[in-house]
């Protein structure tokens, strides 16, 4: 199995070192370790050359879906490992998700993320709300997310691709057309990653609301995802004995909202 390892990065200087560590221990046989610079300014690039990683340095900030769209034309290899920057996978993580591209409907497998034990209300609700507590269970016809992911890019390309126009959402996009044209996306409940993220507030509740609503949400949906906020969302940080929590739960519908 012919694979690269391809890394969108956006102001990852931070982080990116032990990412493309991981993957050179976990990932020898990838043709490449590609990092994909989305026009960063904190040294991304000289971080991913320092540690020996080929990088393509794109000349402004274009977005998450142009940025995964490039790693894809940037190899010719038959599988893509696409990582976020601040990922590191679980020690078998590709011994446990190489054997699904046996079968060949399979186009996509990708693995869950986890955090480091919580140390602040805004880490609890992230694990919480944002990466889930429990890994999830076996599912063929998942929606696609690529934090931590293989493609097969015979079905990527099948599909047209990554649409590079999309800024947030474009894993989901890209699962859609997957699941549509009759190809299996799979999460493994074995298969996660580690986060070394460390979020504020804000940042949080932003790629809550990129993850979730990427396009947006009102009217009546905005309604919807208020009442699961109150409903769902903050009861659950409140039988926690997480009321700071509880308080970023009633904030997340006011980031998803977006006018037409």
Sequence with gaps: MKYAVVIPAFQAAATLAPVIAAWRTMAPASEAILVIDDGSTDGTTEVAKREGATVVRMAVNSGR???RARGVQETD???ILMC???LTPAPD???QAIPWFADS???????????QEPKTFVERWRGRHLFKSAPPVQNRRALLATSICILR???????GGFDAALRAGEDADLGRRLLAAGWDVVTDPTLWALSHTRDSAHG????YARWNSPQGVWGRAWLRQFAYAVKTMAREDLRAGDPLAA???LATPFYQLRRR
């Design 65 to 67: 879906g142009a940025a």
């Design 77 to 79: 290899a038959p599988f």
């Design 84 to 86: 976020d920057t601040a």
């Design 93 to 95: 993580f590709m011994s």
């Design 105 to 115: 409907k399979v186009g996509a497998v990708f693995a869950y993320v986890v955090q």
């Design 153 to 159: 890019r015979e079905a990527v390309e099948q599909v």
């Design 204 to 207: 949080l509740l932003g790629r």
């Design 247 to 249: 308080l970023l739960s």
